[in-house]
């Protein structure tokens, strides 16, 4: 079983930064792919970013060129740093963790980012 928490969530003027974190604890988090996942009010779910197992880095091209995501794997965390902040990224932010034995997505609840213009 793998628990995920994320910090770092907030508000933001449209053009600023903001970093989040997803904490895992349970599991062999070095052997999972790591992703966030956003939802907007009204909205589906939208894969953001995903980093492998093995570090390769996928983006969503609503947010290539200003989201990077990165991972830890010493301390079994996982950020996204979010750059030129747009009004359209305002969302509650998922952290999950793709377990590949077993096909599993584990999910944490989620951390609100609110951008204004």
């Known amino acids: 079983q793998v628990q995920l928490v994320e910090s770092g969530g907030g508000l933001a003027r449209a053009g600023e930064s903001l970093r989040l974190s997803c904490a895992s604890s349970?599991?062999?988090?070095?052997?999972?792919?790591m992703k966030w996942f956003r939802q907007a009010p009204g909205e589906q779910r939208e894969l953001v970013a995903t980093?492998?197992?093995?570090?390769?880095?996928i983006y969503a091209d609503s947010v290539k060129g200003r989201f990077f995501i990165s991972r830890n794997n010493a301390k079994s965390t996982v950020s996204l740093q979010m750059a030129c902040l747009k009004p359209e990224d305002t969302a509650v932010y998922f952290c999950s963790a793709y377990v590949h034995f077993g096909d599993v997505h584990y999910w944490g609840k989620g951390t609100q980012v609110t951008v204004s213009s």
């Open positions: 980093i492998t197992n093995d570090g390769e880095e």
């Open positions: 349970g599991g062999f988090f070095e052997y999972n792919d």
